[in-house]
């Protein structure tokens, strides 16, 4: 007789925690432990019960079980994610209902941590494993940009770091949460689920029209993936204000800042990353792909041949400015100078003609005449 499912090994034991949710999911998961929990999301360590295997499970908080757009938001993470293939991109295997109606998806368990903690942990990241990163995340996006998906929501804490076979870091992209389907149809039902305001992107690595609550393209996911790069190259993101508002205002009329000299970025990253960061969408690079053509060049040493940026255009105008305001003092203080040095001479001559006028009358004839 063929064994059943009952007779197998089990492998994996449930752990008493308290805070493992109570509503059943298929037999074959089990819960181990919370690793997270967002705004609409928890997310738990999970495993299969029959092989080991290991999954991350994310399962809509149940005070939005009821709530019909946001377990409608979370089917469209599910399958968007789902249609995508990529070595970058966190594999998602599932969706369903618990029995309690409690939307979950399964992913692959990402055996790391997200670039946010690795960066509180080592203050920032070599450069050849930020360019390594960079280009990772380029080309998951690049797929997804693709599949016409834009992720509107990169952030440090998105992109989970594992280890290849060779020990280097491997990025793994999560969360299509507030993914926009750039397809007629699904986008209009994605634009339906985001109207609410229930889900908004991460003002720290926003894009300026993404703030202005403007039409977003892939070029969103360009500028945000900088601001994260930029961030990874230093341990600052390039844009951050006091509050919400501050950072947000930065984001639209700042110039970004200047790379610290001591780290030693090379030009043209820092070009990749300031084009990837004009204000204009359309002074950015077009697509993910011609990000990702750069970085190849970067990584085999062609260099780039770029026109000047707009930070540079800025930075050449502010000195012309400059120079014409010093060439204009200049002259006017020779101008004055000048007329100075005349009103004095001319100040002489006038004595002259004093005396002039003082010596007149002993040429006068009625002198003459006495
Ligand atoms: N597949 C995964 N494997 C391991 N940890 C994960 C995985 N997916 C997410 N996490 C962890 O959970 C956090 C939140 O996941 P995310 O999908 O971004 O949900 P949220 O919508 O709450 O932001 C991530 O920052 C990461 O620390
Ligand atoms: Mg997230």
Redesign the pocket.
Known sequence: MDPTLSDLDVVAQPRQQADLPTHQLPNQYVLMEK?????????Y?AQNRFTGAE??I?LLRPEFANDERAAQRFAFEAKSAMSLRHPNI?RVHDFGLTEAKVPYLV????????L??KILRDRRLPIKEAIRLYQQTASALAHAHQSKLVHR?LKP??L?LSRDAEGRSEV?L??F?IAKSLDAEDGLQAAALTKTGLIVGTPVYMSPEQARAEQVDGRTDIYSLACVIFFALTGRPPFLGPTVVDTITKHLIEAPPDFNPSLKVPSDLQKIIYKSLEKDPCQRYNTMEEVLADLMKLTAGVSLNHKPLSRDRQRVRSRLTLLVWFTLGFITMYAISIGLQTLMGDGGGDSGLTKNNKAAPTNHPSTKRS
Do not use: L, T
């Open positions: 690793v997270s929990e967002g705004g609409m999301g928890s997310i360590k999954f991350a994310k966190c992913m692959d368990w990402v055996n790391g941590i997200s946010g903690s929501d804490e998105n989970m793994q999560v969360d949460g």
